[in-house]
C-alpha cells in the first residue's frame, strides 16, 4: 500500500479519498502510538485540534475528535486557526498532540490531516510509519470515566494573537498595510495582529464561506493584492495561504518580493542583532543563485536542504540554527515559532521597516533575482538521472560556460516519471537556451520508449 503520509501531513479530496472512518482510524492509531511510546505516562492526555475555513473541516474535525476521545484523550477545540497558532497553543498549553485540519494553499475540495507532537513540532517519519502500520488494529477500549472530555477552547484567537504582536518591540504606527486572507485559516488573527502591532490594515478576502478558500487570492494568486497595495496607496502587501503558514509580499509598486527576498531581509537583521545563530540561514536547493550570492557578500552562511519546509526545519534543529524558509514563503523564525508562518514573517519585515526607514522595495534590493527557468521532462527514467554519463558529461558543459554566474540543478519528481531542469543564468535568454539543450539530452538518455 502506497505510503499515506507526506511531506505535510495526508492530504486528498475530503470525503472522497480522505473521509472521515479514515480520519478516525488515524486518530485512534496516533493516540495508540503515542501512548505506547511513553509520551502519556503519569497523566491524562490532551490533545489540542484546528482547521482551516473548508467545509470538510467539520466533519473531519469530528471524526478526528471521535478517534481522540474513543482512545481516552482529552481533546480542546481551537476551532478556525492557523497552523501555526495550534503548533503554539500545542507548546503553551501543554498537550501531547496537536491535530491541523488544512490541506493548505490546495483547492478547496481538498484537505488534510496533520499531527504535531508536543512542544508543536512535526512528527517524526518513524511515528508516522507507526500510525499507518497501528490503523485498524484490534484494541481494548476505554469505557466510564476512560474515555476522553471534548471542551472548547475559546480564547484560542486571543492568545495566538497576543503572541504574534509580543514578538516584535518597534510599534508600527505610520505604515500602511493590505493582507490578502486567502479566505482561511488567518482571515480573523492576521488582519488583528498587525493592527493590534500598531499597523493601518487594509484587509482583503477576508471573509470566507466554507468554500472560496484560496479561490483566485492568496499567495498564489497576487493579482489582487497588487492592485490594492497601488489602489490604498500602501506602503506593502502580504499575502497568506489558506493555513497561513507562508507568506509573500508585493512592495508599494506592486511588484512581488518572494519568499528567497524576504529570508534575506530577515537574515540581515538577525544577524545585525546578533541573533542569527552562527551566521547561518537554512534555504532549499531551489532558493535563488541571487540569494546566496547576497548572503556570501554580507558574511552570511547559506546551508541548503532538500524542497519541503520539512527538511529546512530538520536542518535547523540539529544544528540549532534560527533561520530559515523557502522560495514560496515558509519562513521559520525559531525565536518565536516551531512552524512556518505568514503573519510572524510580515511582523517581523514591518518592525523592520519601521526601525530602518527604508521601503520593503529597498529592503528586498539585498539581494538580485538572477533568471530561474524550470524544465519539467516528462516519460523518462528518473533513477538512471544521477547515473547516466553522457547527460552528467552535458551538465558539467553547461556549468562550465555558466561558471559563477549561473547555476544548474536536475531534480528527479518524487511521484511521476518525470525529471525537473532548473537553470539560473544572468538573462533568462541564457537559462532557456541551457535548460532547453539540457532537458533535449534528459529525453535522448532517460526516455522509457
Known amino acids: 500500500m502506497a505510503r499515506l503520509f507526506g511531506t505535510d501531513g495526508v492530504r486528498g ?58 482512545a481516552g484523550v482529552d481533546v480542546l477545540l481551537l476551532g478556525v486557526l492557523p497552523t501555526p497558532g495550534v503548533a503554539y497553543l500545542t507548546d503553551t498549553l501543554g498537550a501531547d498532540l496537536g491535530v491541523v485540519l488544512s490541506a493548505s494553499h490546495n ?34 477500549r476505554p469505557v466510564g470515566a476512560g474515555v476522553g472530555r471534548v471542551t472548547g477552547h475559546p480564547t484560542a484567537v486571543e492568545e495566538y494573537v497576543a503572541h504574534l504582536v509580543r514578538t516584535i518591540e518597534h510599534p508600527l504606527a505610520g505604515l500602511r498595510v493590505v493582507i490578502d486572507c486567502a479566505e482561511g485559516a488567518a482571515s480573523v488573527t492576521g488582519p488583528r495582529a498587525l493592527g493590534d502591532a500598531g499597523a493601518d490594515v487594509v484587509a482583503i478576502h477576508a471573509t470566507p464561506d466554507g468554500v472560496n478558500i484560496n479561490d483566485r487570492c492568496g499567495s498564489t494568486h497576487l493579482a489582487a493584492l497588487q492592485a490594492t497595495v497601488v ?5 506593502v502587501g502580504f499575502a497568506l495561504d489558506g493555513d497561513a503558514d507562508r507568506c509573500l509580499a508585493v512592495d508599494h509598486e506592486g511588484t512581488v518580493v518572494d519568499g528567497d527576498q524576504l529570508l534575506a531581509i530577515l537574515a540581515l537583521s538577525l544577524k545585525e542583532s546578533g541573533r542569527l545563530v552562527k551566521d547561518t540561514v537554512v534555504a532549499t536547493v531551489m532558493s535563488n543563485l541571487g540569494f546566496g550570492q547576497a548572503m556570501k557578500a554580507h558574511g552570511v552562511n547559506v546551508r541548503r536542504t532538500k524542497v519541503g519546509d520539512r527538511y529546512v526545519l530538520e536542518a535547523m534543529k540539529v544544528s540549532g540554527y534560527s533561520l530559515g524558509g523557502e522560495q514560496s514563503g515558509h519562513v521559520i523564525l525559531r525565536e518565536h515559532a516551531t512552524t512556518g508562518d505568514g503573519t510572524l514573517t510580515a511582523l517581523q519585515v514591518l518592525e523592520r521597516m519601521a526601525t530602518t526607514g527604508k521601503s520593503l522595495r529597498e529592503l528586498a534590493a539585498v539581494m538580485t533575482r538572477l533568471p530561474q527557468v524550470l524544465v519539467n521532462v516528462p516519460g523518462v527514467d528518473k533513477a538512471r538521472a544521477d547515473e547516466d554519463a553522457v547527460l ?47 532537458a533535449d539530452v534528459v529525453r535522448a538518455q532517460l526516455s522509457l520508449t
Open 13 to 70: 479530496l475530503a470525503n472522497s479519498e480522505l473521509t472521515a472512518e479514515l480520519a478516525l482510524d488515524l486518530s485512534v492509531a496516533a493516540a495508540h502510538v503515542l501512548g505506547d511510546r511513553g509520551v502519556f505516562a503519569g497523566h491524562r492526555p490532551l490533545a489540542v485540534v484546528g482547521r482551516d475555513t473548508r467545509i470538510s473541516g467539520q466533519f473531519l474535525e469530528a471524526a478526528v475528535v471521535a478517534g481522540l476521545a474513543s
Open 107 to 140: 483547492p478547496m475540495p481538498d484537505n488534510g490531516i496533520k499531527f504535531l507532537a508536543r512542544g508543536g513540532h512535526k512528527l517524526d517519519d518513524a511515528i508516522e510509519v507507526a500510525i499507518e502500520q497501528r490503523m485498524r488494529e484490534e484494541w481494548q
Open 231 to 235: 489602489s490604498e496607496g500602501a506602503d
Open 392 to 438: 552528467a558529461a552535458a551538465v558539467a558543459e553547461e556549468e562550465a560556460l555558466l561558471g559563477e554566474s549561473g547555476r544548474i540543478l536536475l531534480r528527479p519528481s518524487g511521484t511521476e516519471p518525470l525529471v525537473r531542469v532548473m537553470v539560473e543564468a544572468p538573462t533568462a535568454d541564457e537559462a532557456q537556451a541551457v535548460a532547453g539543450r539540457l
